[in-house]
């Protein structure tokens, strides 16, 4: 069966990066999409990013291009989603979740605190 | 980026009841349109894509309808399960854009 495991939850200080990585099994990586989901408290879904596994082309939201990288290892069948200059505002659940276009397995979401 | 409008943004409602929530596009998204389902502290659950096609193992009380640039999620005869937080999303263009989710909760 398809599972999607996330790293552990971090705690950063602002200005730091952080590094969450999304490990997959039970299908073939190379003919899905990853996508990557935030939650902050108190929040809904913001849609971050996607990144296609078998190019290892992504796109970004615009809002994020600029802090924002995926990258992959197919080795591993592991995506990692790394997030620069950290503010208060990051504070937040991320999740992986498979695509195509729509998510119907997700991993169990990681949860990043920025605090100084 | 498209911007998609849910409402209401709470719903209060009773077990056995019928709600319908609107998901509103700021352009055309033809189909592209997928219906989640948020519990406290899991992952978003897929309930409709393709603006009405059901996912498997969701059970046939919901249903969606709709395609440019309106779209609705009904859920017929609540169950006690179904209270919690739905958001649509468009995948028509990236950013795939969710709604601000609605809030069912037990009247």
């Known amino acids: 069966q398809v599972h999607l495991v996330q790293s552990g939850a971090e705690v950063k200080k602002p200005g730091a990066s952080v590094k969450v990585s999304c490990t997959a099994s039970g299908y073939d990586v190379t003919r899905y999409y990853l996508h990557w989901v935030r939650q902050a408290p108190g929040h809904g879904l913001e849609w971050m990013a996607i990144?296609?596994?078998?190019?290892?082309?992504?796109s970004y939201a615009q809002k994020f291009q600029d802090r924002v990288t995926l990258t992959r290892d197919t080795s591993t069948s592991t995506v990692f989603m790394e997030l620069t200059s950290l503010r208060s505002e990051d504070t937040a659940v991320y999740y992986c979740?498979?695509?195509?276009?729509?998510?119907?397995?997700w991993g169990q979401g990681t949860l990043v605190t920025v605090s100084s | 980026d498209i911007q998609l409008t849910q409402s209401p943004s709470f719903l209060s409602a009773s077990v056995g009841d019928r709600v319908t929530i609107t998901c509103r596009a700021s352009q055309g998204i033809s189909s592209y349109l997928a219906w989640y389902q948020e519990e406290l502290g899991k992952a978003p659950k897929l309930l409709i894509y393709?603006?009405?096609t059901l996912q498997s193992g969701v059970p046939s009380r919901f249903s969606g309808s709709g395609s440019g640039t309106e779209f609705t999620l009904t859920i017929n005869n609540l169950q006690a399960e179904d209270f919690a937080i739905y958001y649509c999303?468009?995948?028509?263009?990236?950013?795939?854009?969710f709604g601000q989710g609605t809030k069912l909760e037990i009247k």
């Open positions: 990144i296609n596994l078998n190019e290892g082309m992504s």
């Open positions: 979740a498979r695509g195509g276009k729509y998510s119907n397995y």
């Open positions: 393709g603006a009405s």
């Open positions: 999303q468009q995948v028509n263009n990236y950013p795939y854009t």
